[in-house]
């Protein structure tokens, strides 16, 4: 990954209004921003999500609060706790999270 032509800034995210993303059950909300090609959230699930689509876009995701399931279109699965993080290229193994309890994330794609 190259980054470039973004200038240093920061970011308070608790000033960036939310986007509801419904699942297949449960809700997402995202806070985003993007800069340059790089996409930036702070994602939160409600207890009960899951996602209603399997991913194929490449992710960098870290775990901040709760607990992420990651089901891989292979059948393995993977559990997120906070201070664990997932990397997967676009293209890649197609992927789905879940959570019974909630689960606060940081991502870049």
């Known amino acids: 990954m190259n980054i470039?032509?973004?200038p240093f800034?920061?970011?308070?995210?608790?000033?960036?209004?939310?986007?509801?993303?419904?699942?297949?059950?449960?809700m997402a909300y995202w806070r985003t921003?993007?800069?340059?090609?790089?996409?930036?959230?702070?994602?939160?699930?409600?207890a009960g999500?899951?996602?209603?689509?399997w991913c194929k876009k490449g992710h960098i995701l870290l775990c901040?609060?709760?607990?992420l399931h990651t089901e891989l279109d292979d059948d393995?699965?993977?559990?997120?706790?906070?201070?664990?993080s997932y990397q997967v290229a676009d293209g890649a193994e197609a992927h789905?999270?879940?959570t019974s309890t909630g689960a606060r994330l940081f991502i870049v794609d």
């Open 4 to 6: 470039s032509d973004i």
């Open 96 to 98: 789905r999270s879940s």
């Open 49 to 53: 999500y899951l996602a209603d689509h």
């Open 64 to 67: 901040l609060e709760g607990e």
């Open 33 to 46: 921003c993007q800069f340059g090609a790089l996409r930036v959230r702070m994602v939160e699930y409600t």
């Open 76 to 84: 393995r699965r993977f559990v997120m706790t906070p201070g664990m």
């Open 9 to 26: 800034g920061v970011t308070d995210w608790s000033q960036i209004q939310p986007t509801e993303h419904a699942g297949e059950t449960g």
